[in-house]
């Protein structure tokens, strides 16, 4: 009797240490994962590395016909784009999460607002890239005519609007959060020295909130720049150096898309492999140190 | 007189600012009511009995449907799930038992990683480390890359679930001599059930929509395949492709996909929320 209790034990604790060496064991396969990631990325890339060296991130000219690989059209047209799209999303995230943290907490318009903010987050890329193809690019190209420009239509400004529509819920639901931490007692202490609602946003809200925002607009940024699907099919897909925001271009992930397909050389697609190497550190940057943070700031908050 | 002046400088500035936010956020509203009508308007014309059942017809052709990429979508889905649900339940489950410590937080950063890289990339790791070895493109590889971008979503929200369960449940199921094994499978995953049920609905709404990973893994197919090892056609692939075409037949399919995508992924967000609300 006695044995067999010690036996129903033992096994019992067997298990128990068994699902704990379970539970090591996925959270070890994720380290794996990710450096496994990051080895085949590099391993990959290594042939460009040698045959390009640095003058892959400087130079100019990008054509696998002559085995010639420079990204800095594709870094630009990256940066461009992205920090356009950041510009015409911020007063519209800005107004949104002050609105709804601020002014309107509950009641009718709040649902309708932040159900919109999820319904806009909830479409896929794709579907917002064919959407921009035939209602964003006939306007474009309209202006452009209007403005004596080749009427490309397609190109930096189409895709930075529509990449600006898709990164707003992301950015407006963070600063709305970090909005919302800020703590009651400083805001009624503003308001009831007199303040006006519009002065203790300005000189009470935003300075305390300000890192937490920052924040959120690095990782909204990294965001635009990983975005794939829209860009590609609204970009123009031009592998020069963009002379203005209305002329085609192309970006890191862009030309991923579309000339991974075809690389048949080795050089050629260890080429686009650095490509999405450098995007994985740029990505990785602005998202890591976004976090970090924000981290911090609710620390601190 | 002075303080009059200036009290209604302020609160006229005041109301300036409120009128303002409000202005912009409604124009914010319209482009977003503009997509949703557009999507609506040409998306439902292309549906009928022959969209959801038939295949694709070559150009010229008039009728056809997505009978192929409506199975490729739900079978790239559930292969996707099957990888990732167990493997991320699994991860969030250890995190928050282990709060602290040194592999507990290299593996939160690897998965704070592993979330911002672009879905492009992980199209070309599920190239590199599947398609290549095997041979071909396939339903396998591309529902590869989708659990790799579910993985870290699913982990998350399991974390952050299991963190906000009471210490007491755990301690009344230790005090009554239940193992740590039983504790978590029997009494913590199922007092968090309804959060780890909507935070996995959310990440399958959030990578059925996905097309960047799906182009050197899936790849895309003019026939009906249900092959885990050929390749495979789905919604947002075929968005891509008869979106960009000249032609007017295959642009009206991709508004019909668009709308049962919009559909799809839209019920799947709204079900996250009506269990996470229980």
Redesign the interface.
Known sequence: MLNLTQKTIRSVELKESLFKKLLVLSGLVVVFLMSGLFLTLFTKSLLSISHSGFSFLTSSTWDPVKETYGALPFLLGTLITSILALLISLPFSAALSIFIGEYLKEGFWTTVLNSSIDLLAGIPSVIFGFWGLFVVVPIIRKIELFLGIIPHGVGILSSSIILALMIIPYSASISREVISLVPQDIKEAALSLGATPFEMVTKVILPYAKSGIFAGFLMSFGRAISETMAVTMLIGNSNKIPSSIFSPANTLSSVIANEFAEAAEAEYLSSLIELALVLFFVTAFFSLVGRFIIKKWMVNA | MIYDASIRY??L??RL??I???V??C???M??????Y??FINGITAFSFDFFLELPKPVGEAGGGISNAIVGTLLLIAVASTISIP?GV??G???S??KTGK??D??R?????????????M???A???IVIPLGSFSLFSGAFALS?MM?PLI?KSTEETLNLIPDALKEAAYALGA???TT?LRVIIPSGKSGLCSGILLGV?RV?????PL??TA?GNPFMSVDLFKSVNSL?LL??NY??SPYQDWQNL??GA?LL??LF??SL?LIAKVVSKR
């Open positions: 302020r609160l500035k005041d600012f409120k303002s936010l409000g912009l956020s124009i914010l509203l482009p977003l009511l503009f997509i949703l557009y999507i493997f699994l991860i489950l250890y995190l038992e282990n592999l507990p290299i593996t950063l690897c998965i704070d990683t592993l979330q911002g890289i672009p879905s492009i990339v199209g070309i790791i190239y590199t480390w790799l993985i982990s193992p740590y094994h978590l709404a059925s929509g996905e097309t960047a182009l050197f790849f947002p968005i891509f979106a960009t991709a508004w668009s995508l919009v992924v839209l967000s």
